[in-house]
């Protein structure tokens, strides 16, 4: 491939090559190392307590005097809490994704969507206290008065706030790869802009949406300072989101602070929690590439 030319180019462009064959590898080295870790600590967890009992039990009290371990409290508070973000992020971000790529003229979109984009860089301690103090007092003021305090709610509606522009710079991007000659089709049969918007390029862009969907929820499941101060960290097996819940990563945060000592049964419990959150992550993650495969298939 490198015949012709000079030999200085030749050894920059091998040279290029191997720092980037070492960057794709460091991040699988380092992906591995996390799993292996996980196990390694988990399988010490696991000789003091049942696998049956850590997946079926509907208590988890650790540190208690007569601890407990079941994963389902912190699984649902979870699930709950990224379920609510998601529902708030993915229209909203579709919605913006659409606008930005079919309707708003280049300018806008130059100024928008870098503007979307800096909400990613803002600390996530900052949303959480946004929801503690700002999100929680607007619900119980204007629609749910009994609201407590802590609540999924309010944290998961900021989490959908904080991980729209996953969504809506994804799938944007997305949406501008479709081909033009496929609008103008659409256009030539007498679609509007919306219309070709809604039934062609979205179709067409399913497998980036999807994609940008995916890695929504990889963050929503793996959000730790918004459900921490805004959810409680009360293990509350529970589908209601007004309810106090806490998260996976609420409780490795919560143990992480604390004094325990470091081979007790209890700090193992965070390895144990944190295989499951990778676990469920890598699910996700696998979800998006096979639907990102089949649609591409169908659309190419």
Same mark, same amino acid.
């Given at each position: 491939?490198?015949e012709?030319?000079?030999?200085r180019? /030749?050894?920059?462009e091998?040279a &290029?090559e191997? $720092?980037?064959?070492?960057?794709?590898?460091?991040?699988?080295?380092v992906?591995?190392a996390?799993a292996? &870790?996980l196990?390694?600590?988990?399988?010490a967890?696991f000789?003091?307590?049942?696998v049956v009992?850590?997946l079926t039990?509907? #208590?988890?009290t650790?540190l208690?005097?007569?601890?407990?371990y079941?994963i389902?409290?912190?699984?649902?508070?979870?699930?709950?809490?990224a379920?609510?973000?998601?529902? @708030?992020?993915?229209p909203?971000g579709?919605v %913006?994704?659409i606008?930005?790529?079919e309707l708003a003229?280049?300018?806008? /979109?130059?100024?928008?969507?870098?503007?979307l984009?800096l909400?990613?860089g %803002?600390?996530t301690v900052v949303f959480?206290?946004?929801a503690l103090?700002?999100? +929680?007092p $607007?619900?119980?003021r204007t %629609?749910?008065p009994?609201?407590?305090?802590?609540?999924?709610l309010?944290?998961?509606?900021?989490?959908?706030? #904080?991980i729209?522009?996953?969504?809506?710079s994804?799938a944007?991007?997305? #949406?501008r790869? @479709?081909? #033009?000659?496929?609008?103008e089709g659409?256009?030539?049969m007498?679609a509007?802009?919306v219309?070709?918007?809604? /039934?062609v @390029?979205?179709? =067409?862009?399913f497998?980036g949406?999807?994609?940008?969907c %995916?890695?929504?929820a990889s963050?929503?499941?793996?959000?730790?300072?918004v459900?921490a101060? =805004?959810?409680?960290?009360?293990?509350?097996?529970?589908?209601?989101?007004t309810q106090p =819940?806490? +998260?996976i990563t =609420?409780? &490795? @945060?919560q143990?992480?602070?604390?004094?325990?000592?470091?081979?007790?049964i209890?700090?193992?419990?965070?390895f144990?929690?944190g295989?499951?959150?990778?676990? $469920?992550t890598?699910g996700f993650n696998?979800l998006?590439?096979? $639907?990102? /495969?089949?649609?591409r298939?169908?659309?190419e």
């Open positions: 491939m490198l012709g030319v000079p030999a180019q /030749r050894i920059k091998q &290029i191997g $720092l980037l064959f070492l960057a794709g590898l460091s991040s699988i080295l992906t591995t996390i292996a &870790i196990v390694y600590e988990s399988a967890f000789r003091e307590v049942s009992e850590f039990d509907t #208590m988890w650790p208690f005097a007569e601890p407990r079941g389902l409290p912190l699984l649902a508070g979870t699930v709950l809490s379920g609510v973000g998601l529902l @708030v992020a993915i909203l579709l %913006i994704a606008y930005l790529s003229s280049e300018r806008l /979109r130059e100024v928008v969507k870098p503007t984009e909400l990613a %803002i600390p959480g206290y946004f103090f700002f999100v +929680t $607007l619900l119980q %629609i749910l009994d609201l407590p305090g802590f609540n999924v309010s944290a998961g509606i900021v989490i959908g706030i #904080m729209v522009p996953y969504i809506s994804v944007e991007d997305a #949406m790869a @479709v081909p #033009m000659s496929l609008r659409s256009f030539a007498g509007s802009r219309e070709t918007a809604l /039934r @390029v979205m179709p =067409a862009a497998s949406i999807a994609a940008a %995916i890695l929504a963050r929503a499941v793996g959000e730790t300072m459900v101060i =805004a959810a409680g960290q009360q293990p509350n097996l529970t589908l209601d989101p =819940a806490a +998260t =609420a409780y &490795i @945060v143990v992480s602070l604390g004094d325990l000592p470091h081979a007790s209890g700090y193992q419990s965070i144990a929690a295989l499951v959150l990778f676990v $469920l890598l696998l998006g590439h096979v $639907l990102r /495969r089949r649609f298939e169908i659309y």
